[in-house]
């Protein structure tokens, strides 16, 4: 089956720009997840939806990010405006549903550079 | 506490050789320690995960040993191949939190030929 798919895989922006990404998950995957990785550290969560209905999204930035997942498919992530700090490189993952049973698929991810 | 330390950073090691990767967390509400295999460019994969009602689970050349009492895991790669120079992530999850990962810092392993 095909993986995740992530668009663009890199962008160079200046800051306060707006930035926005996108994913498609594996078919049939309930569950999608966005993470940002800053270089040298760990994933870590933004946004968890199920479906179309968003799980846990505690630790989105809100005042400049958003992330919508229309019809419960493909989801797209929204910076703006970007600062320096959001520098990182930003992974989307879907699984067929939550819990340990269900292994976290993840995409390419987005390289973003912000100057 | 939701975080996971992990240690080294990084890690070179001979080929054939065993390198070892150490995990530590505070919560004790954690149920699922999967590890993921990280290549440059390339998402985090899942390599092998174990529940903390066992002690140790292997799949082929890598083995998690577990210490509940400790609150410490970790990856073992026996026969450490150049093939498996990658970034290895630890992690945790509850599973009623809807299985958001909370990863660790990363080791850079190197397998030198």
């Known amino acids: 089956e095909a993986g995740v798919a992530q668009s663009p895989r890199y962008k160079i922006i200046e800051k306060r720009q707006s930035v926005a990404f996108w994913c498609n998950p594996i078919?049939?995957?309930?569950?999608l997840y966005w993470y940002q990785q800053i270089l040298g550290q760990g994933p870590k969560l933004l946004i968890q939806?199920?479906?179309?209905?968003?799980?846990?999204d505690s630790q989105l930035p809100k005042d400049r990010f958003s992330a919508e997942r229309l019809k419960g498919v493909d989801s797209t992530l929204k910076i703006q405006p970007a600062k320096l700090e959001d520098s990182a490189v930003y992974l989307c993952?879907?699984?067929?549903?939550?819990?340990?049973?269900?292994?976290?698929?993840f995409g390419p991810g987005t390289r973003l550079t912000v100057t | 506490q939701q975080q996971v330390k992990q240690s080294p950073q990084s890690l070179i090691v001979q080929k054939g050789g065993i390198s070892i990767i150490n995990c530590a967390y505070e919560?004790?509400?954690?149920?699922?320690f999967p590890w993921y295999q990280q290549f440059p460019g390339k998402g985090p994969a899942l390599l092998i995960a174990i529940r903390p009602d066992v002690s140790e689970k292997k799949e082929g050349r890598f083995t998690i040993s577990f210490n509940k009492s400790a609150k410490q895991f970790s990856l073992h790669i026996m026969d450490s191949q150049p093939g498996d120079s990658a970034t290895y992530f630890c992690a945790a999850t509850i599973e009623t939190s809807g299985s958001r990962l909370t990863f660790g810092e990363g080791t850079q392993l190197t397998v030198n030929p």
């Open positions: 939806f199920q479906n179309n209905g968003v799980v846990d």
């Open positions: 919560n004790t509400a954690f149920d699922y």
């Open positions: 078919s049939g995957h309930a569950t």
């Open positions: 993952a879907s699984s067929r549903g939550t819990g340990r049973s269900y292994e976290q698929y």
